[in-house]
C-alpha cells in the first residue's frame, strides 16, 4: 500500500500541474501583453512540474505487481505529458508571436 501511495502522490502532482497549464493559457491568450512573459513562464514551469511527477511515477511503479495499476498510471502519465507539451507550445508560440509582432496586440 505503501508503494502503491508513492506512485498516487506525484500523479496527483502531475495532475494538478496540468490544471496549472489551462490558467497559464487562459492569462497567455485573454490576459494583459504585459503580463504574457508571466503567462510564458507559468506555462514552462508547469510543463517541468508535469515532467518531473511524471519521473517520479515511473521510478515508483517499478516497485508495484499490481499490473493493472500500473498500466493505468503508465497510460495517464504518457497522456499526460502529451497534452502538456502541446497546452505549453500553443502558449509560449503564441506569446512569442506577441513579441514578434505577428500578432494584433490586445
Not at 9 to 26: G, N, Q, W
Not at 70 to 85: L, Q, S, T, W
Request: hydrophobic letters at 45%; a neutral charge.
Amino acid at each position: 500500500a505503501a508503494y502503491r501511495r508513492a506512485a498516487e502522490v506525484p500523479l496527483e502532482t502531475a495532475r494538478l500541474s496540468l490544471a496549472v497549464l489551462d490558467h497559464a493559457r487562459v492569462a497567455a491568450f485573454k490576459g494583459r501583453t504585459d503580463a504574457a512573459s508571466d503567462a510564458g513562464t507559468a506555462a514552462l514551469l508547469a510543463r517541468a512540474a508535469v515532467e518531473g511527477a511524471s519521473l517520479n511515477v515511473l521510478i515508483n511503479l517499478k516497485t508495484l505487481d499490481d499490473d493493472v495499476f500500473v498500466r493505468a498510471c503508465r497510460g495517464e502519465v504518457d497522456r499526460m505529458r502529451v497534452h502538456a507539451r502541446q497546452i505549453c507550445d500553443e502558449i509560449v508560440d503564441r506569446i512569442h508571436s506577441r513579441f514578434e509582432n505577428r500578432e494584433v496586440m490586445s
